[in-house]
């Protein structure tokens, strides 16, 4: 599947305009609250979170083949026609509101597993073969969704999923961009 940039850019914003409404209509609907509050704590804790998800993540890309190449093919489609800074949006359009659907309303409505389970349905990829994908992604569910409630802040794993497809971007467009071929 090849997209342009154009289109992902605005896939990109459609699915976050999606959850966003569905978020806030949810919201409502449950009458939720978002405990969102600044504060240079919930920064730092934010940035660690997100900085340790990456690391982590990047280690399993390495022992796990069958992750790597899952991750690859969904790089592949979503990052390959973005330029260095479409990553800016990468981060922003999904990290706020699949923080503000999963974590802000999900989380209290259904529990931690059911959202991050979800969560991780949302990562699907086109063929069975790349399962691993989501399956990571309901693991990080479950980190974030666990952030959320020690913290009681959904400010920490807005700053840690911002900050993880950040570098995950960064990363992928500095070692594979110039590459015509990823495989």
């Known amino acids: 599947m090849t997209l342009s940039r154009s289109q992902v850019l605005l896939a990109m914003a459609i699915t976050a305009v999606i959850l966003l409404v569905t978020a806030q209509v949810w919201r409502s609907l449950a009458d939720i609250s978002l405990p969102v509050t600044f504060s240079w704590l919930a920064l730092a804790e934010g940035v660690g979170l997100g900085l340790g998800i990456w690391l982590v993540s990047q280690v399993v890309y390495r022992v796990w083949p ?23 949006w990468l981060g922003l359009l999904p990290g706020l509101s699949e923080e503000l659907l999963f974590r802000g309303v999900a989380l209290p409505t259904l529990g931690l597993v059911a959202s ?38 959904l400010l920490v794993p ?3 999923h911002v900050l993880n497809n950040w570098l995950s971007g960064l990363l992928w467009k500095a070692t594979y961009s110039e590459s015509p071929d990823v495989r």
């Open 66 to 88: 069958a992750y790597q190449e899952a991750a690859l093919q969904y790089a592949q489609i979503v990052l390959g026609p973005l330029q260095r800074t479409d990553i800016l």
């Open 158 to 160: 807005v700053i840690a």
């Open 116 to 153: 991050s389970l979800l969560f991780g349905v949302s990562h699907l990829l086109p063929e069975r073969k790349y399962w691993p994908y989501p399956v990571w992604a309901t693991v990080i569910g479950l980190v974030l969704g666990i952030a959320a409630q020690v913290t009681g802040n």
